[in-house]
């Protein structure tokens, strides 16, 4: 069965500073999917990742993969109390089951 | 373009009754996914249905069942409600079976009490 792990879990950190959150999976997956939630809200999408290698940036963030590792890292770069909020990883378990990360919950202190 | 939406945003009911939820996906996207999320256990996958049929299925009992429409939205139905089914309920949804990235609605807050 697959498992999805975040760490931390918990990140608080100042404004412009960088910090990376990882995720770690327990089985080979063709995709990974980065999503954000904010308080009493749904799931934003942030990034798809489909191959090994696969970079995406956003803004001051970027999501990279490592399918040989089975591991992907979202990088905050200098980061800005609006990125507060908490980000989930989620992986395809095939048949379109995503299996999402504890999820880590950000706070950026001015 | 509309995104997925949910009704109802709230629903509070008492143990034993049934819920139902309903999701409207984006226009055009075919396939709807439920997932649960409750406090403590995190996001959890419940049901996916395409075209009308239901293509997999989450680790719940058969308690939770649901259906989609010929217009692709989605009902999801809780039978005999316990305590512990309060939770936020996610619907989302994807263009194209098995390709796509799912685009998360606001959800529907279930309390029972």
């Known amino acids: 069965e697959l498992k999805v792990e975040q760490n931390p879990l918990f990140l608080s950190m100042q404004e412009g500073k960088n910090y990376t959150i990882y995720c770690n999976y327990s089985?080979?997956?063709?995709?990974l999917y980065w999503y954000r939630q904010d308080p009493g809200k749904s799931l934003e999408s942030l990034f798809v990742l489909l191959s090994n290698g696969a970079v995406k940036q956003e803004g001051r963030l970027m999501a990279s993969l490592d399918t040989k590792a089975r591991l992907s890292t979202l990088h905050i770069t200098a980061a800005v109390h609006d990125l507060s909020a908490t980000y989930f990883c989620?992986?395809?378990?095939?048949?379109?089951?995503?299996?999402f990360g504890q999820g880590t919950r950000l706070t950026i202190n001015p | 373009e509309a995104g997925v939406t949910q009704s109802p945003t709230h629903l509070i009911k008492t143990r034993g009754q049934q819920a139902t939820l309903r999701c409207s996906p984006i226009?055009?996207?075919?396939?709807v996914y439920w997932y649960q999320q409750a406090l403590g256990l995190g996001l959890q996958f419940l049901l996916w249905y395409d075209e009308g049929e239901e293509r997999n299925r989450g680790n719940f009992p058969p308690r939770f069942s649901g259906r989609q429409f010929p217009n692709y939205s989605s009902e999801l139905n809780v039978n005999a409600l316990e305590l512990e089914d309060s939770a936020l309920y996610l619907c989302?949804?994807?263009?194209?079976?098995?390709?796509?990235?799912?685009?998360f609605g606001p959800g529907t807050r279930l309390t029972v009490l």
């Open positions: 089985t080979t997956s063709d995709r």
């Open positions: 989302a949804s994807s263009l194209l079976m098995g390709t796509d990235t799912q685009y």
């Open positions: 989620a992986v395809d378990a095939a048949a379109q089951k995503l299996v």
């Open positions: 226009s055009g996207h075919t396939s």
